[in-house]
């Protein structure tokens, strides 16, 4: 079992621009949750995705979006990247409406310069 | 709102040491409490959750973690550090119905002296 994975591991991007990271869930699980840790803090809830919706959302700007495929593969998107959103994005899995916690991806290192 | 506060931002201890990393929480019902570690450039790993029953929790590498209603805090505890225990720390809370979003504190870095 791969766990769960994330890709790419680290991604450098310039002010304005759009980006695009991708999760893909451990096997069985249909529920995946991002959270953006920026240097030296927690990881602070972006949004959750359950049957191809947003389940629920933290207090992110609509720059931040996502999207949930039928394989519950999923895809966080900034746009008009600002410098304060250099941070490394996390995503979760879990099965169902159950505890959304258990199994974190390495993360994507993303740098907006 | 929710919110979870870890007061020690770096704690150093000696290897073989006791340790206890602190953490409060603020939520009007009783939450489901979770620790992680991290290691630089790393993601989460779970420790250890507490959702009801017995306030002692045992978790993994040998951590353990009691959580005191009283006083809203569920401390995570190891009897002897060991060199691969530095990192960072997290503690976290779920309030429970809000499918797994998890509110985090802001962390405790953790240096083992030889």
């Known amino acids: 079992d791969a766990g769960v994975t994330q890709s790419p591991t680290h991604l450098i991007k310039t002010r304005g621009q759009q980006v695009t990271l991708r999760c893909s869930p451990k096997?069985?699980?249909?529920?995946v949750s991002w959270y953006q840790q920026a240097l030296g803090q927690g990881p602070q809830f972006i949004f959750q995705?359950?049957?191809?919706?947003?389940?629920q959302r933290g207090n992110f700007p609509d720059r931040f979006s996502g999207h949930q495929f039928p394989n519950y593969s999923s895809e966080l998107n900034v746009n008009a990247l600002l410098l304060g959103d250099s941070a490394l994005y996390l995503c979760?899995?879990?099965?169902?409406?159950?505890?959304?916690?258990?199994?974190f991806g390495a993360g994507t290192r993303l740098s907006v310069l | 709102a929710q919110s979870v506060t870890q007061p020690d931002i770096h704690i150093t201890v000696s290897e073989g040491a006791s340790l206890e990393l602190r953490c409060n929480y603020s939520?009007?019902?009783?939450?489901?409490l979770f620790w992680y570690v991290q290691s630089p450039g790393q993601g989460l790993q779970l420790l250890l959750k507490y959702f009801s029953g017995d306030t002692l929790v045992q978790g993994i590498k040998g951590f353990e973690a009691e959580f005191k209603r009283s006083q809203s805090s569920f401390n995570l505890r190891k009897p002897s550090v060991h060199w691969s225990d530095a990192a960072e720390y997290f503690c976290a809370m779920d309030g429970g119905t809000s499918y797994g979003k998890l509110t985090f504190g802001q962390g405790t870095i953790l240096t083992v002296h030889p």
């Open positions: 979760a899995s879990s099965p169902g409406q159950g505890f959304g916690g258990e199994y």
């Open positions: 939520y009007g019902a009783t939450p489901y």
């Open positions: 096997s069985g699980h249909d529920t």
């Open positions: 995705y359950y049957e191809e919706e947003e389940r």
